[in-house]
């Protein structure tokens, strides 16, 4: 079955340090999305990329780092200058490159935790 | 800016009563709409969307949403829910511009009550 797969399902992380998560799609979407989430904030967009070696800024981009070397992997790096990086963090798709008008395909998200 | 607000954080129902979820939207044109649930610890789910045509849409699930243009409102509903109801639901607005993207509501929670 197609689908996103986002690795690890939860991290802790010390403070100081990088952390990567994965987010991989079998669905030969050409864009892909970070967002995090906060309770009570809904989903804020970090990052997006429309297609391979490219990406943009989303609205909350500051901390966290991306890269786009094949189609199918968008990784995500939460580094140490985000200052608040406890979360849940959530990797989409969707079959072509404007976002306003398609359907997002989720992973099961990523749970990261600093301790 | 463009913006969404899902007035109600928190709503429960009795299983077996009707549901209403509200969102409004703030956009300068006729958007792109979305509904999206999330199971605790999940990804979110598309329920339904409108892009254009009849304002009333079905979903999955029993739900079903229409577009008030004049009320900038896409207001989820479903006439009788079910234990397995019980989620998260976000409302979205695409955006089409040169930076085109989704733009999420802070969600409802739907707890159903025995």
């Known amino acids: 079955d197609g689908g996103i797969t986002q690795s690890p399902k939860y991290l802790f992380r010390k403070e100081g340090q990088n952390v990567t998560l994965s987010c991989e799609q079998n669905?030969?979407?050409?864009?892909m999305y970070w967002y995090r989430q906060d309770p009570g904030q809904g989903l804020r967009l970090i990052y997006y990329?429309?297609?391979?070696?490219?990406?943009q800024k989303g609205d909350i981009a500051e901390g966290y780092s991306v890269s786009r070397e094949k189609k199918e992997s968008f990784p995500l790096t939460v580094t140490s200058a985000q200052k608040n990086p406890t979360a849940f963090y959530l990797c989409?798709?969707?079959?072509?490159?404007?976002?306003?008008?398609?359907?997002?395909?989720f992973g099961a998200g990523s749970r990261l935790t600093v301790l | 800016a463009q913006s969404v607000t899902q007035p109600d954080i928190h709503i429960t129902v009795s299983e077996g009563a009707s549901l209403e979820l509200r969102c409004n939207y703030s956009?300068?044109?006729?958007?792109?709409l979305f509904w999206y649930v999330q199971s605790p610890g999940q990804g979110l789910q598309l329920l339904l969307k409108?892009?254009?045509?009849?304002?009333l849409v079905q979903g999955i699930k029993g739900f079903e949403a229409e577009f008030k243009r004049s009320q900038s409102s896409f207001n989820l509903r479903k006439p009788s829910v079910h234990w397995s109801d019980a989620a998260e639901y976000f409302c979205?607005?695409?955006?089409?511009?040169?930076?085109?993207?989704?733009?999420f509501g802070s969600g409802t929670r739907l707890s159903i009550r025995p």
């Open positions: 989409a798709s969707s079959i072509a490159r404007d976002a306003g008008a398609n359907v997002l395909t």
């Open positions: 409108y892009f254009s045509g009849d304002t």
């Open positions: 979205a607005v695409g955006v089409y511009s040169s930076a085109s993207k989704i733009i």
């Open positions: 956009y300068g044109a006729t958007p792109y």
């Open positions: 669905l030969n979407h050409d864009a």
């Open positions: 990329s429309q297609i391979v070696n490219d990406f």
